[in-house]
């Protein structure tokens, strides 16, 4: 996977980007949580955001993380 870090199938397959390995567990764990969460609620909606947010806590930092994550790394 070079565009995702993790994708979910409708058939319920579970794809994870290896580059989660490198990257700090508490970002990798908001991806890994993201897309089980996507078993139960397909789409962003109300539900997924109250369900991310039950498990993580405050989940907007984190994406705000991943996304100077990914920032930081295309400029490398």
Known sequence: MKNKWA???TDGNLN?????LDMEKDLGEYVIVHELLHFSVPNHGKLWKSLIHAY?????KLEERLRKYVT???EL
């Open 7 to 9: 994708s979910c199938s």
């Open 16 to 20: 994870f980007n290896k580059e989660l």
């Open 56 to 60: 993580l806590g405050d989940y907007e």
């Open 72 to 74: 930081e790394k295309k």
